[in-house]
């Protein structure tokens, strides 16, 4: 992964001291709160429910195990021992004391990390795929271009202030595990009939309180184009995108006034005066970030182990664990692993000081020292020999990191909603914990298949509950805390596969949320043929017979 040069370590150090004074000024009565906001916002800090909420970046999901063990560190010394993964692939702490925020940052600059740009309408962490550069179907590895387009976008100057806030994915593989068609800008890398890396370009994508999925604005654009052809999309948007009213300051709303067809028309005038100019990526910009991700030095292994074979055969449970959380790698003899962080119980995305210390040191043992993180907030160990899965499984199982749930109903993503957020009307923590516990019998779950269930406390959207298969999301009805219900949501395979859930009907209590997410996977299941998936079946009996059953015996609903 990407190692510091003397510039990016002076820059980081730099603005750690440039915030410790502010902090200091701010502290001694200098400077009002008003006037703090903004500059607390640009370090990653937020005012929330209780305390202040610190938001530190991971780069395209990417952790050396020596950042892993700093965030535990900074876990136990300066929260309250635990982190939480978000859905952008950063970590939060949700118990920070104002006066303690610079030593933060400065043991995070430490080790090459920061928390700039997690806050604030500029372009936010870049994010891409979890199995980059292991995955069997990846044409291109999109971490490279991630990284430039990282280095490109901090600190830029003219999209410091942009309308609102900007999210970029970026993808090369087949399937899209980057979620990319809910982005504001997305990057899909392939290669054409004369084999050179183009890259297909959405803009207007996102969810929130107008859900809408991206467009493709342009086509088999030459990687060299990739920073200049970026640059006119938000040289577009920072222009005409609205600043009159907050909640269609997006540029999903900028697209869909304009049409995508008028807003790529737009894009490719501005991007004449930028074409060919000195933004245009060279072969030796490219390599000099390219040498950072480098394979591994893998051992030469047959692609059958003995002993992991006999683990399969012997252990029922290992089994499983394989089955859900365990997959290909494109070397021989490999696999990448998958560290649940979604045990009934716990908070989704959540990690203790001393698990997130356990994974470092699995990562040390077993994966080259790297860890990922994914958009689903869990863990991933991307190269490990097969002869080692199942020591590493026994080794997760006691750290409460080996639930064999992953694509299952209980990986549950949840935003930390009313219980931390002040943006939330509803708590999203409460409810996930009750629907894992209704669905605490995992050979049921198991047999369910692959089902997503996404949970938002709020229209922001921070749980991606549009593109669940079912989604939920709180609602502020008279002061009291209500959940309405979407199904048919999907993050989709590729770049046609995205899909936004209709909403079923009035909300429902919390109290109500297990019996209806019950009812629901009753019709799923009374309903499926011959094992299809969850969106397969509702996709071909339509939302009716949902709705019907979960509505059927109800007193008349709230609105």
């Not at 020999?385 to 080996?402: I, P, T």
């Amino acid at each position: 992964m990407y190692q510091y040069d003397q510039y990016d370590q002076t820059i980081v150090d730099e603005r750690v001291a440039q915030y410790a004074d502010q902090v200091r000024r701010r502290l001694s009565g200098e400077l009002s709160e008003e006037e703090f906001r903004p500059l607390r916002l640009q370090n990653g800090l937020y005012m929330q429910r209780h305390a202040y909420m610190h938001r530190i970046a991971i780069p395209y999901g990417n952790l050396r195990s020596d950042q892993l063990r700093m965030l535990a560190t900074i876990a136990r010394e300066h929260d309250r021992g635990y982190g939480h993964f978000s859905t952008r692939t950063n970590i939060q702490y949700n118990w920070i004391k104002l006066e303690e925020t610079p030593e933060i940052l400065r043991k995070l600059a430490s080790v090459q990390m920061h928390a700039i740009q997690t806050s604030g309408n500029c372009i936010r962490n870049i994010t891409a795929d979890q199995f980059a550069g292991v995955a069997s179907d990846e044409i291109i590895d999109p971490r490279p271009w991630a990284e430039i387009l990282r280095q490109w976008s901090t600190f830029h100057p003219e999209f410091a202030w942009l309308p609102r806030k900007f999210k970029i994915a970026v993808s090369g593989s087949k399937e899209d595990r980057a979620a990319v068609q809910i982005h504001d800008l997305g990057v899909y890398l392939k290669k054409n009939a004369a084999g050179e890396v183009v890259a297909s370009i959405l803009a207007g994508g996102g969810l929130g309180r107008t859900p809408i999925i991206g467009a493709i604005i342009k086509e088999d654009l030459p990687w060299q184009h990739l920073l200049t052809y970026c640059e006119a999309v938000l040289r577009v948007y920072n222009r005409y995108g609205r600043r009159d009213n907050l909640f269609k300051a997006r540029i999903k709303i900028l697209v869909k006034s304009l049409s995508a067809a008028k807003f790529s028309q737009q894009v490719e005038e501005e991007w004449q005066h930028l074409k060919d100019g000195p933004s245009t990526l060279t072969q030796a910009e490219l390599d000099r970030v390219s040498q950072f991700f480098q394979p591994p030095v893998y051992e030469k292994l047959p692609d059958t182990d003995t002993s992991f074979e006999k683990h399969l055969l012997e252990s029922r449970a290992f089994a499983r664990w394989v089955e859900r959380n365990v997959r290909p790698h494109r070397v021989s003899g490999y696999a990448s692993v998958t560290m649940s962080l979604k045990k009934t119980g716990v908070a989704p995305g959540d990690a203790t000081d001393k698990q997130m210390e356990a994974v470092a040191d699995w990562a040390d043992e077993y994966s080259f020292g790297k860890i990922r993180v994914s958009h689903e907030q869990n863990l991933i160990l991307a190269d490990v020999k097969k002869r080692d899965l199942y020591a590493l499984w026994e080794k997760a199982k006691a750290q409460g990191f080996a639930t064999p749930n992953i694509g299952l109903l209980t990986d549950i993503i949840a935003c930390p909603g009313g219980d931390f957020c002040s943006l939330a009307n509803a708590k999203s923590i409460p409810i996930a914990q009750a629907i894992q516990e209704r669905f605490d019998d995992l050979d049921f779950v198991y047999d369910l298949g692959d089902v997503s269930l996404n949970i938002s406390g709020c229209m922001n959207s921070c749980g991606h509950h549009h593109v669940g298969n079912i989604g939920v999301l709180g609602v502020d009805k008279d002061g009291s805390e209500w959940y309405q219900v979407s199904l048919g949501g999907e993050q989709g395979m590729g770049q046609d596969g995205a899909k936004l859930g209709r909403v079923i009907g009035p909300s429902f209590s919390a109290e109500e949320m297990p019996d209806v997410v019950s009812k629901v996977i009753d019709t799923f299941v009374e309903n499926r043929i011959d094992g299809e998936r969850f969106i397969d079946t509702y996709n071909r009996i339509g939302i009716a017979p949902f709705k019907e059953r979960v509505y059927a015996s109800r007193q008349p609903a709230h609105a």
